[in-house]
Structure formats: C-alpha cells, structure tokens
C-alpha cells in the first residue's frame, strides 16, 4: 500500500509545490473527479493547456478545475499540473505536466508490477476477447478497461492503476495507443501479447490493411523477455505478424478453426449450431475439450481459442476456465440477442452495432444465416455503412454483395450511400437502399411477423443507423409492426388536402399524405425553367423504358419536353430531360441534394432518374412536400395552366384554384380524384 508521501517522492522530480496534510493511504487514480467515490483514489487533474498540447485539441467537458471548486467530498490527494482553487483544503501536489506525472507514475508502478499482464489488439474482437477473459477468470481480482476506453490515455491511467497489484491485468489496446504518436506497449510491458485479427477499418489514416498489420504488431514490442505472443493464424498478414513476434520473442502461439499446419498450437475439430448458441470442441497437444459458448459467432470461437491459449500460458485450471465460457456475454450491441413480445407475437433481434469493420458485417451476416433456420417468421438483413474506410470505401462495401446475394434474408434494407451500390448490385433478392434511417425504420417495422429474426448491423459512427436499433424495440413493444402500409405491397391510400390561402384551412398539420413514388419530374420542370435554355430539336436516346411510342431517334422540341414534366409524362422523356440539363449523375445528384437542403423536403422526395417506384430505391415525398413547391413556385408551376400532373403508377400533382390550391397523391385515376374534389371548382375553372 502506497501512501500520499509514497506519491510525492515518485513524483518529486517534477513538483512545483506541494501540501500534505495528512498522510493518507491511496491505491487508485482517476481523471475525472465524477469517478473518485473513495479517499483512496487520487485524482489527477490535467489542465486544459496541457491537454491542448498533448491532443491538439481542447479537453471536452467540464475541467475539474472548476469541479473542485465546488466538490463536497474530502479528496485524499490532487495531482494537478495547474494552481487548484483557492478553497481547496486537501493534499495536493502541483506538477509541471500532469501526463509527465501519469507517466512517471505508470512506469514505476508496472516495474513494481510483478503479476501477468495481457494486451489485447486487433481490428475487430479485442473488447470481446478481453471481456472473455473476465469471464474465465471470475474470483480472481482483475484489472481491465471500463467498457472499450482502449485508446493513450485510458491505458497509461490503468497502467497507473497497477498501484491496487491486481492478481492479473488485461489491457484492450487501440490502434490509436501504437501508432507514431508513441508504442504504450513499451510503457505496459506485457507478458502476453495477443492478436486478434486484421481487417479493413481505420482506411481513412491507413494505406491498407498491411499497414495496419504492421502497426498492430507493434504490441510485440513491449513484450517481456519471457514474454508470449499469441496470434490468430487465420487473419490476413499472418507472415508479418509471426515475423514481428520472432523478432522479441521465441514463444509464440497460434490459433485456427483448421488444423493449417505443424505450428498450429489450437484448432477446432467441431462446430456445432443450435439456437442461440455453439457446442465446440477444440484440439491441443492432441487433448480433446468441449465447451459452449452462448453466442452466434465464428468471430466469438476465434476469441475462445485465444482465450484458452491465455490459460494455458497463465497455468490455470483448463477444465474449469473453459466450463465458465458458456457464463460469457459480451458488450451490449455486440451480436446481442433480444426477444421482444407483443401481443403473444415473438420477434428477435441481433444487435451488432456496436461498431463494425468489413470482417465484423461479414461475421454479423455469416451468424445471422446460421441462426436463420430457427425461425419461422420473416428474415431480415438491415445495415448502415462500415465507417472510416477511406477512398476505399466503396470497393470494401461492394465485398458484401455475394455474401448478401446469398443470404438467408428475405429482406434486405440498406441505408448510406455507401450501399447504394452494393444494393443495386445484389440480384434475386428483396433489397433496398434508403435515405432516410425513419423510413426504413418505418418499413422494418410493416415487414416484422411473430417469430421473426431480424439483424441490425452498422458502425456506432458517421450514420445514422444506429438510431434504428435504439428505437426498434420501443415501437415494436408499441405494436407498430406488420401494418397494412407496407410500401412492398405496392398499395397507396389516396390522400388530397384543398387549402385555401389565408385561412385556418392553410395548416402544415394537415399535409400528411405520403407516396411511394418520387419527385423527379416536377423537380426537373422547376430546375430546367430556371435555366432559361434555348429552344432545340431534342432527339430521344435509348432508354430502359423506350416503347413503341417513345422510340430512340423520336425528335421533340426542348421547350416542350419540359412541358411535358408536369402532365404525367413517360420515363423516357423525364430520363432524356436529365440527359439534357445535367452534365453527370454525379451532378443531378449533388444539386438534388442542395435543392432538398435549401427547401427542407423529404430527403427520400428525389432519389433516381425518373422518380419511379423500385423495389431496390425508397422514394417516398408527402404532401407537405407538394406544399413546400406550390409556396415556392407557384408562378413556375402553374405559368401556363392550373394543372400540374405526374406519376407513373399513381396521379399524383396540384390544382390551382382561385383561391387556393388542391394537393392530391396516389389517386388510380383522374376520374377517381375529380369526382371527389369537382365541388371545389368555380364555373371558370371547370372551363379549364
């Protein structure tokens, strides 16, 4: 046990000043004053000028400077690299740099250290791998990360946390903890060195996965001299990691779900599948052990083999190490299962969005197929975008099609721009892409039936994806599932709204008609008019739609061709339009967007070419929409007649009226919709 004494002499190289009160015993550090709930603890307090100059970045949140000033419960010690409030009475030692007083600490407290230590890397089953290990070695005290705090500073502070000598330490470490910035494998100096796995992730700061290989083998480095490394022989740049090892160490251990060669130290020898969980059985020195793991995951056995190669080395109990795996359960959002029920319909859910690589969607869709059989309700994929891939990312996300072509799912929704080709790529499947996470949050829940499965997957970052499975289980508790409005079903309720200007009748609330077609058209009338072009012969391209009628080589005035998109005009004259007005897909695209943005539509109003309704590109607009382009249009729109008209399955559009304006969607014909709204017309309109 050190005491706060201990603490000054550690530190006294670089203490400006220093008051100790009384001298009180301290096993443990923290940062955050929040977290300090024991006089034990000492609280390291960083400034806000040494943090700007360690991350180059302001500290977020509140200092605990300001804390301080205020904090009620007696502080046993304060390290400090600033002068503390002038109402604090407890001990304190003010330093010149408090990550040079955390270092300081961390380096004498691991040389101290004299128990196992094992670091955990790897771009995909490092936290699960870790959390594994806690598992096995229940009754024991265990140092470890709090959840996945694995980047520089949560590890140089649990290398500080040493102090309370843990009878074993399990350090989760990020790329981010081994790049350039500095090796804090050198600092935590472990006697295990394991390696989970290489894969696409980080290919924004990163050349390619062999580049991450090499910085991830830089945990080898730290190794004790008696130190083991313990790697997975089937990940990708397996020769640079067992390179890397051999150059700080002779003992190295190797796993596989085969038996790949001589070196192998672990290998499976079966795998079986139930519901919910896997009976394995694994080979080593030729010794036979069998062990369930309550988890669907390939990912999740190859952690198993490099926990028990941990063991092994660790020279604990295997039998009873191994017995406890089926007690393992890992982070939230890792492959988590959740059974929800709602009026005796049971619907399951694998949530894996706790964050995702290529391997890790790969692993997520490979456990969903194998759970998939279980089930006799409908199956459903949904996914958002792998982020931090980099100018890479498209290319990695394509890798998911034949995974997806052959899947289990009989439906599946993607949202992100980064599947939007990995959607139209897949083939004889129900898949679609989206650009709103709300509507497909919408469409999930009319596709959910009892005894459904359902897999969400995404990254924790840069999409919004994450939201579907926060809100997922509350509306399905809400009985928001298998509705009739199932945009599948290609079935839309007419909806029409008259609003008269400058009455109580001109009300947004009102305007909540939706359809499952687009804008495309009426889009491109407003755009195109804006333009003021010339009057030309147009001839007609080749087109996908291109009938009888509308041939390629057919020739029509410019002028009217943009007529024609406001009075239901054919695809192919709406597809020759944007080949007219748009240099690029890539351009429609991105003044669609900044015409979405600068008048606030539905982002799902405008999605491909002609504004028709397909299966694999979710349109939908609503009738605030209609709303929001008669307001701002209204002289463009109805310049020549009082009528504007589009859709293909379905009539959707406006009528001016003397004094306002009729709204209508989804109508199956201009007699249905005429014959409900004709008392709104006066004797003049009617003539038009």
């Not at 730290?222 to 490394?229: E, F, N, Q, R, V």
């Not at 012969?537 to 739609?545: A, C, D, G, S, Y």
């Not at 982002?603 to 008669?630: C, M, P, W």
């Amino acid at each position: 046990m050190y005491t706060t004494y201990d603490i000054a002499d550690i530190l006294e190289p670089i203490i400006v000043q220093k008051s100790i009160c009384v001298d009180i015993k301290i096993n443990d550090f923290e940062i955050n004053v929040n977290k300090v709930n024991n006089i034990t603890t000492s609280l390291i307090n960083i400034s806000e000028r040494s943090w700007l100059e360690w991350f180059n970045y302001k500290k977020v949140g509140q200092s605990n400077f300001n804390a301080l000033a205020t904090y009620k419960h007696k502080l046993g010690l304060v390290i400090s690299d600033e002068i503390l409030p002038e109402n604090y009475k407890g001990n304190y030692i003010i330093v010149n740099n408090a990550f040079a007083a955390m270092e300081i600490l961390a380096k004498y407290f691991r040389a101290k250290y004299k128990n196992p230590l094992v670091a955990i890397t790897g771009s995909f089953g490092k936290s699960s791998t870790r959390i594994m290990l806690e598992t096995v070695l229940k009754g024991y005290n265990v140092l470890h990360n709090i959840g996945n705090a694995n980047m520089r500073i949560p590890i140089l502070l649990n290398t500080c946390k040493l102090i309370r000598n843990p009878d074993f330490a399990l350090f989760e470490v990020s790329l981010n903890a081994l790049n350039n910035r500095g090796n804090m494998s050198e600092l935590i100096r472990p006697d295990i060195a394991i390696i989970t796995g290489i894969g696409e992730a980080h290919l924004s700061t990163m050349s390619g996965t062999e580049e991450i290989a090499k910085f991830k083998s830089r945990i080898f480095e730290g190794l004790t001299s008696s130190g083991i490394a313990i790697i997975n022989q089937d990940t990708l740049h397996y020769d640079i990691l067992f390179k890397k090892a051999l150059k700080h160490t002779k003992y190295i251990r190797s796993y596989s779900l085969e038996n790949k060669s001589c070196d192998t130290t672990i290998f499976t020898k079966s795998i079986q599948v139930s519901k919910g969980q896997m009976f394995i059985s694994v080979l080593y020195e030729k010794e036979r052990f069998d062990y369930i793991l309550n988890s669907l995951s390939k990912g999740m056995i190859y952690n198993s083999l490099a926990v028990i190669l941990t063991i092994i080395e660790l020279k604990l109990d295997l039998k009873k190490s191994i017995n406890n795996l089926k007690f393992f359960k890992p982070l939230p959002k890792v492959l988590e299962m959740k059974e929800l029920t709602y009026q005796n319909n049971k619907y399951t859910l694998i949530d894996d969005t706790h964050n995702a690589s290529l391997p890790a969607m790969i692993n997520a869709i490979e456990s969903f197929n194998n759970q998939s059989r279980y089930y006799s309700g409908v199956k459903i994929i949904a996914l958002g975008k792998i982020n931090d891939l980099g100018e890479e990312s498209n290319k990695l996300h394509e890798k998911l099609v034949p995974l997806l072509t052959e899947s289990q799912a009989d439906y599946i929704l993607c949202l992100d721009e980064e599947l939007r080709t990995v959607v139209n790529k897949v083939k004889g499947k129900k898949i679609t892409w989206y650009t709103s996470h709300e509507l497909l949050l919408d469409d999930l829940c009319s596709l959910l039936t009892n005894d459904s499965l359902t897999l969400l997957k995404s990254s924790v970052t840069g999409t919004e994806f994450p939201k579907i499975a926060q809100r997922l289980p509350s509306k399905i508790l809400g009985g928001f599932t298998n509705n009739e409005l199932s945009y599948f079903q290609k079935y839309q309720i007419p909806s029409l709204n008259i609003i008269i200007e400058n009455t109580s009748f001109e009300s947004k609330a009102l305007l909540k008609g939706k359809s499952i077609e687009g804008l495309s058209s009426i889009f491109y009338y407003i755009y195109a008019k804006s333009l003021s072009l010339k009057n030309r012969e147009v001839k007609l391209k080749k087109w996908p739609t291109n009938n009888s009628v509308y041939v390629e080589g057919m020739t029509i005035m410019l002028h009217d061709l943009i007529e024609c998109m406001i009075d239901k005009p054919h695809p192919s004259l709406v597809y020759q339009l944007a080949n007219e007005i748009f240099k690029s897909e890539f351009e429609r695209r991105k003044i669609i967007e900044g015409f979405i943005r600068k008048y606030h539509l539905s982002s799902s109003a405008i999605i491909n070419v002609t504004g028709r309704h397909r299966i694999k590109e979710r349109h939908q607009f609503s009738q605030n929409d209609l709303y929001i382009l008669y307001k701002e249009f209204n002289d463009t729109l109805f310049d020549k007649k009082n009528m504007v008209l589009f859709g293909y399955d379905s009539f959707h559009g406006m009528i001016k009226l003397n004094n306002g304006v009729i709204l209508f969607n989804s109508f199956n014909s201009m007699n249905e919709l005429l014959s409900k709204v004709s008392g709104y017309f006066t004797d003049s309109e009617n003539k038009n």
